[in-house]
């Protein structure tokens, strides 16, 4: 069964500063990774996607791809007490279209 | 502006009664909808695939006759989530495949809030 495995955190940061989000996945056949923001009592909202290893870079996120090790992560730089959600990691499915989520990693920014 | 319309956005209902959640894709047709149940502090769980025109695909453990799913147009996916239970409270999101690129941003509709009492 596919997995995909994140830490559930909370993973707390001081405001200003890095927050690193990791994710590793099962399927090394998967090639399309995505991270989304969950704000609580709403629906995920999509704020990167990878497709290639190495990292990409938008605004102050960063993802970083490293599909030898299996391993997807997010930077948010600068951190600011609104990037306080739950960040779930998603992986392509294989099937099309369908997507499998980790359980998410609550990150808590402190003013 | 939102691409996926999702209602109602939350609901009380009373045991045995049933409640019917409309996703609408309101940019792109959809030939494909994926619905989604997550718990309190839970990760997003895959139901069921819809398809437009034909039966929807159940995952392993969703029972399909509880959890009636209809695709009748392009636009529209509805799941129906029948003689409910309180164990059925659970926040639903619809999610839109977009078919004109696999690789293309997902979108999920802004979900249900569902309370069984």
């Known amino acids: 069964q596919k997995e995909v495995e994140q830490n559930s955190g909370p993973l707390s940061v001081p405001e200003g500063a890095i927050a690193s989000l990791n994710c590793t996945y099962s399927d090394r056949g998967s090639q399309s990774f995505f991270w989304y923001r969950q704000y609580s009592g709403k629906s995920p909202e999509l704020i990167m996607s990878?497709?290639?290893?190495g990292d990409k870079e938008d605004g102050r996120f960063t993802a970083q791809l490293n599909k030898a090790s299996q391993y997807v992560s997010l930077l948010i730089r600068d951190s600011q007490p609104s990037d306080s959600a739950t960040y779930l990691c998603a992986v392509d499915g294989g099937s099309q279209g369908n997507l499998i989520f980790g359980k998410g990693t609550k990150l808590s920014v402190k003013p | 502006g939102a691409v996926v319309s999702q209602h109602p956005s939350w609901v009380i209902c009373k045991s045995g009664t049933s409640v019917k959640i409309e996703c609408r894709s309101l940019d792109f047709q959809a030939t494909t909808m994926f619905w989604y149940r997550q718990f309190p502090k839970q990760s997003l769980m895959l139901m069921a695939t819809?398809?437009?025109?034909?039966?929807?695909?159940?995952e392993q453990g969703v029972e399909k006759d509880k959890f009636l799913i209809n695709h009748a147009s392009l636009t529209l996916s509805t799941l129906t989530v029948t003689s409910a239970h309180p164990e059925d409270s659970s926040f639903y999101i619809c999610r839109r495949d977009n078919q004109s690129s696999y690789n293309s941003p997902l979108h999920f509709g802004n979900g249900t809030r569902l309370t069984v009492t």
């Open positions: 819809s398809n437009e025109g034909s039966k929807a695909t159940y």
């Open positions: 990878i497709y290639s290893n």
